[in-house]
Every structure is written in C-alpha cells, then in structure tokens.
C-alpha cells in the first residue's frame, strides 16, 4: 500500500467524503456536539485533506475556525478511513498533516472531541473540564487540544461555536461591539 497520495480537499471529493463518514459515524453524527458546532459555518477547505488510493478517496479530514471566549482555534473533524484503509496509518498521517497546514496559516491551536489513546502522541492533551463548554452534551474527557503556540489554550474559555457566530473586531473594537450587542 504504497500508492497513497495525500492531497487538499477540493469540491470534487465531498460526495466521497460524504460516503466516508456516514459509513464511519452512521445517523448519530448529526446529533454529535461537534456537528452542530459545524453545521453553524462552512469548514476550511485549504486546512482540510483527503488520502486517496487508485483514485478513490479512502481517508477525510476537516478543520473548521471556532471561537470559544476571546479564543480562536480549528476543530479537528471529521476524521475517518474507509474500513478498508484503516491501521495503515493514513489517519495519523492526516492529522500530522492538518497540523502543520494550521501551524503554516498561523493558527495557535487545534482542538478535537476524540479518544486521548489515538491523539496523545499526536501532541493533543485534555482541556481541563470546565473550561469550554459545548453546545451539545459530550464527554469533556474527550474535549482535546494541541497547542502549536504554548499557552494558546488559556484564551479558549465559555462555549465554543462556529467563529462565524462570533462578530471579530480590532482589539479595542471589541467592547463596543459587545456594548450595542
Ligand atoms: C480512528 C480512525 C480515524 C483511525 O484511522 P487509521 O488510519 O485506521 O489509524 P492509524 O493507522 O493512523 O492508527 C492505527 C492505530 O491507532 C489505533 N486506534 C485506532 N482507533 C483508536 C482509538 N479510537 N483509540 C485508540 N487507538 C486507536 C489502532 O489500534 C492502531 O494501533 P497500532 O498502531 O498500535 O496498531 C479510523 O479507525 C476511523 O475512521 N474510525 C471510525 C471513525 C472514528 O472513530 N474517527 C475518529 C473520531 S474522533
């Protein structure tokens, strides 16, 4: 299996992609935390990559802005391999790969629901519960992030939403944005 390429999402792989995840998450995934945070904007197509084998999309994954607070991530998501591509390491790869286009576009962190026994060694850590909050109920064990500036988790605070939810101004702007809110 040495013919898999790993290449930035583009339009033409979303019914694919579409295949993929329903066969990995099922019906549930609508009811997910993270997918109503999703749902509330689109993802960032140049942050986002799928593997392909023979032409075929085998692997998929998403990063959307987020806003929790005065802070500003990526949530990582979703993440799925065919059942026929699975432990080969093309999720892992992905996930290294997201990283470092968020780390190239200037992003300070990235941040996940997801089990900490697949994402620790790829750098990700459990938020200390409490400190973000999630417009569905979640496990906040699983409420991850990996920091690509230390310290970058500290401005993550309250609930997160989609950062299209959230008015971005200048500093300084802000408070008067919240004053005729
Ligand atoms: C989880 C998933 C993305 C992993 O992708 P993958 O390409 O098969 O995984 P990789 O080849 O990168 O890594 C395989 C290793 O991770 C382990 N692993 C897989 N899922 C795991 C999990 N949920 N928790 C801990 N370890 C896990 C495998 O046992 C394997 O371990 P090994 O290297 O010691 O043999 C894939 O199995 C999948 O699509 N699952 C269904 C959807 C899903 O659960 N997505 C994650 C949502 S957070």
């Known amino acids: 299996m040495h013919e898999i390429s790993y290449?930035?999402?583009?339009?033409?792989?979303?019914h694919e992609i579409e295949e993929i995840n329903a066969e990995a998450f099922g019906p549930g995934r609508f009811a997910r935390a993270a997918y109503?945070?999703?749902?509330?904007?689109?993802h960032e197509r140049a942050l986002s990559f799928v593997a392909t084998h023979e032409g075929r999309v085998v692997a998929t994954v998403r990063?959307?802005?987020i806003a929790a607070g005065e802070g500003r991530s990526?949530?990582?998501?979703?993440l799925a391999v065919r059942p026929s591509h699975k432990d080969l390491g093309i999720g892992r790869k992905l996930v290294r790969i997201a990283l470092e286009a968020a780390r190239d576009a200037g992003w300070a962190s990235v941040i996940l629901v997801g089990d900490e026994p697949y994402y620790g060694p790829l750098g990700f850590r459990q938020v200390p519960i409490g400190q973000i909050t999630?417009?569905?109920?979640?496990d906040?064990?699983?409420l991850l992030v990996h920091e690509i500036e230390p310290g970058a988790l500290a401005a993550l605070t309250g609930e997160m939403r989609h950062a299209d939810f959230v008015a971005d101004a200048p500093s300084g702007a802000k408070e008067r944005v919240a004053a005729t809110a």
């Open 7 to 14: 290449l930035a999402e583009t339009a033409a792989h979303d």
């Open 36 to 42: 109503k945070i999703r749902e509330g904007g689109p």
């Open 63 to 65: 990063l959307t802005r």
């Open 74 to 78: 990526l949530l990582l998501g979703p």
């Open 134 to 138: 999630m417009p569905r109920p979640v």
């Open 140 to 142: 906040y064990r699983r």
